[in-house]
């Protein structure tokens, strides 16, 4: 099992993600991308792919022609699944491949 990040720790790294909100119902981070156009976006959801593949954590998403919608959670994290630093991780990993 991982650890689930606190309130705390969560909140401190919401401060350093830029546009990332918080889904309490989830204990899940999510942020929306718009690009160009949906080569662009797919592009950026390959690159995505390749280091998610390779951290074996993989982000939920939702593409429709420029727009790529991501929410990161981990499902073994607590009890029930929550936000853990796998997410955090994640979600700068997902920053430097725009």
């Not at 401190?12 to 119902?25: C, F, N």
């Not at 954590?57 to 981990?74: G, M, Q, S």
Request: contains cysteine; negative net charge.
């Amino acid at each position: 099992m991982v650890a689930q990040l606190t309130e705390d720790q969560r909140n401190e790294a919401l401060a350093k993600l830029s546009g990332w909100e918080h889904d309490p119902k989830r204990d899940a981070i999510s942020r929306s991308f718009t690009f160009d156009d949906f080569t662009e976006a797919f592009a950026f959801m390959t690159r995505v792919a390749l280091h998610a593949e390779k951290a074996d954590h993989h982000p939920e998403w939702f593409n429709v022609y420029n727009k790529v919608d991501v929410t990161l959670t981990t499902h073994d994290a607590g009890a029930n699944g929550g936000l853990s630093q796998r997410d955090v991780d994640l979600a700068n990993i997902i920053e430097g491949c725009l």
